[in-house]
């Protein structure tokens, strides 16, 4: 039994500076799929997850500036293994999507970022975490 206060992430919001545009990029791009939208939001299925994608002016992102001085994701994607890591990544350059190379930071697979049409910077890590792996019976036993 879980011995948490709070048990997981429900839901994300994502500042995007058109609707439209970007539900059809997050659609076409990551594959999301679409549960609501009117002209101020819409709400995404999207990595086991409900996206808002939240009408907000040009300029806003969800990134933010570390102490490094560098600008830093907020989110990071799990795929499983770092085959499924290189396939994305070539398949989002592919889309004209902006992604960065794969990086190796010191612990266990590899990241690479990319960016929405309005500048949200996402990583993605190659491992899938155990827990995520026994709950969806992805684990060899």
Not at 8 to 33: D, F, H, K
Request: include cysteine; charged fraction near 30%.
């Amino acid at each position: 039994m879980m011995n948490e206060k709070l048990w997981r992430i429900g839901t994300t919001y994502i500042p995007v500076s058109n609707i439209e545009l970007s539900v059809n990029w997050y659609v076409e791009q990551l594959g999301a799929r679409v549960n609501y939208q009117d002209d101020d939001k819409c709400i995404l299925d999207l990595a086991n997850q409900s996206i808002f994608l939240v009408k907000a002016p040009s300029g806003q992102s969800a990134n933010f500036i570390d102490l490094n001085g560098e600008e830093h994701f907020s989110l990071t994607f799990e795929v499983d293994g770092i085959n499924s890591l290189e396939s994305l990544r070539i398949e989002l350059a592919e889309g004209d999507v902006r992604v960065g190379e794969l990086e190796d930071r010191g612990h266990a697979g590899r990241n690479f970022v990319f960016y929405d049409p309005d500048g949200n910077k996402f990583d993605v890590w190659s491992e899938l975490s155990p827990d995520f792996k026994e709950k969806y019976s992805l684990v060899e036993r």
